[in-house]
């Protein structure tokens, strides 16, 4: 497993009650034994009772000090390598992709190899990795930690399941493979799972050299793509020419006022995202993940702080899951943002390939199902893009998910059948956000081979909604 540079280093913070909702942060709790010897009447005489006494309390004393001392290293060694608390996970008919907070985070290893047993059926163990926490900041915290995994469902059960947190045996801690990063060029990274891609994250300038030079639009920088199917085809589209400042997974907005003055950052026109540092660059058997912070500039003054953590997890049944998580904070000054009219547009946006030639139906699906009608400003839990990209043998797609703990949730959305799936908050309503304080956004790309129903669309979204409900006790 590899860490990441960091360019600043977050302190721990007092969570927010979101923060708690979402991680369920629990103090662990204090265990107690005790323990009694029976004694069993003698009918041997006084002095061979008190001689004897005598010899049996030296024997029971020393044998008492041995097992006191047994019970002393197993306690230190429980302390050591196994943290008292559980993990505990609601029930679920699918794989649960969970990310949760765990405390003390002092007590756990990064760098050592551990996984969740089942506390009831201890057969089911499932690897994990231990990562540094996020603060409300959206810096790393290397004083908490995060417990990463995918756990797999387990039939028959509608009760929680409860986790015990170990470290994994040797053959377990070798097995499966690994994700990995590598620069693909000095201004992107690439993630792989194995020696299948993932995606890709921009975080220097890209020059569309067909756009005219002249056209702000021309280079743009802090976006993710391609993104990968699980054929290996690319899912996304950069800047395609009906729309130039379309880019793959994207997060800006066509309305930014700041001291009385508008901006456009959806078209880059009077300001741009820029990259400012790496906060983690982590690869492991479970996950791979990219933490980075980016800035907002009006010329060359920073006017929003933008931190983003991209987390994708190794397939589960022909899905992958890849979450996002966004913190914002305007730097010393407030920052109003608002969609675009009558569309709502204006905040994460996936903007997909245009189908191949061979399929050329898009599917757009959403929680009432299929829809053959472009939404326009319209509140949504989810939606999913499913067509026939490339020289794939089968259509794909992906889902984008709203955290349920999303502010004004469900948010408005825009969704077009030529290739956009635009999460729209906060709406067409102008909000203001005051400086130094934290916009927490969270979302999941939901990757799937085939096409799919709308009850196994719904059924993914309750599972990413049951992890976030994950907590330690």
Not at 14 to 42: D, E, F, I, N, Y
Not at 73 to 96: E, F, K, N, Y
Not at 209 to 219: A, S
Not at 397 to 418: C, I, S
Request: some cysteine.
């Amino acid at each position: 497993m590899s860490d990441a540079m960091s360019t600043a280093t977050g302190d721990s913070v007092r969570p927010s009650g979101t923060w708690k909702r979402l991680h369920g942060r629990v103090p662990l709790a204090s265990r107690q034994c005790t323990g009694k010897m029976p004694v069993a009447p003698c009918d041997r005489p006084a002095s061979m009772i008190r001689s004897r006494s005598v010899s049996a309390r030296n024997r029971l004393a020393t044998a008492g000090i041995g097992l006191l001392a047994v019970m002393l290293a197993g306690s230190m060694a429980m302390g050591a390598d196994a943290p008292g608390a559980v993990l505990v996970v609601p029930a679920s008919p699918a794989t649960l992709e969970v990310a949760v907070a765990w405390e003390p985070g002092a007590e756990l290893d990064a760098a050592a190899r551990w996984q969740l047993v089942e506390v009831e059926h201890p057969s089911v163990v499932v690897p994990v990795e231990i990562v540094p926490g996020l603060a409300d900041d959206g810096l790393a915290c290397e004083k908490c930690k995060r417990v990463v995994a995918s756990i797999p469902p387990r039939e028959g059960t509608a009760e929680p399941r409860k986790f015990a947190l170990r470290p994994a045996s040797e053959a377990s801690a070798q097995a499966g493979s690994a994700f990995r990063l590598a620069d693909v060029s000095d201004a992107s990274l690439g993630l792989w799972d194995g020696d299948s891609p993932v995606l890709v994250y921009n975080h220097g300038t890209i020059t569309a050299e067909h756009v005219p030079e002249e056209d702000p639009r021309r280079t743009r920088a802090c976006y993710v793509h391609p993104v990968y199917g699980l054929h290996g085809e690319v899912l996304t589209e950069d800047s395609p020419r009906d729309h130039y400042h379309h880019h793959g997974v994207f997060w800006t907005w066509p309305h930014v006022a700041i001291d009385g003055e508008e901006y456009d950052l959806w078209t880059d026109r009077g300001i741009k995202q820029r990259f400012v540092g790496w906060l983690a660059r982590r690869a492991g058997p479970v996950a791979g993940a990219i933490g980075v912070e980016n800035g907002w500039f009006v010329g060359d003054r920073k006017v929003m702080i933008e931190r983003v953590w991209i987390r994708a997890y190794e397939p589960a049944g022909g899905r992958r899951s890849i979450d996002l998580e966004f913190t914002w904070i305007p730097v010393d000054r407030p920052i109003t943002l608002w969609g675009a009219g009558g569309k709502s547009y204006g905040g994460l946006t996936v903007r997909f390939a245009p189908p191949s030639r061979k399929a050329p139906e898009t599917t757009i699906t959403v929680p009432s199902g299929p829809t053959t009608a472009d939404l326009p400003d319209t509140p949504l839990a989810w939606a999913d893009f499913t067509s026939q990209f490339g020289d794939a043998p089968t259509p794909s797609g992906a889902a984008v998910f709203v955290d349920p703990g999303h502010p004004d949730f469900p948010p408005t959305w825009l969704t077009r059948h030529y290739g956009p799936l635009c999460v729209g908050w906060p709406g067409v309503k102008p909000k203001t956000f005051e400086p130094g304080v934290p916009i927490r956004l969270n979302y999941r790309i939901w990757i799937h081979k085939g096409p799919v129903e709308t009850a196994q669309v719904q059924q993914a979204y309750d599972a990413y909604a049951a992890a976030l409900q994950c907590s330690q006790q």
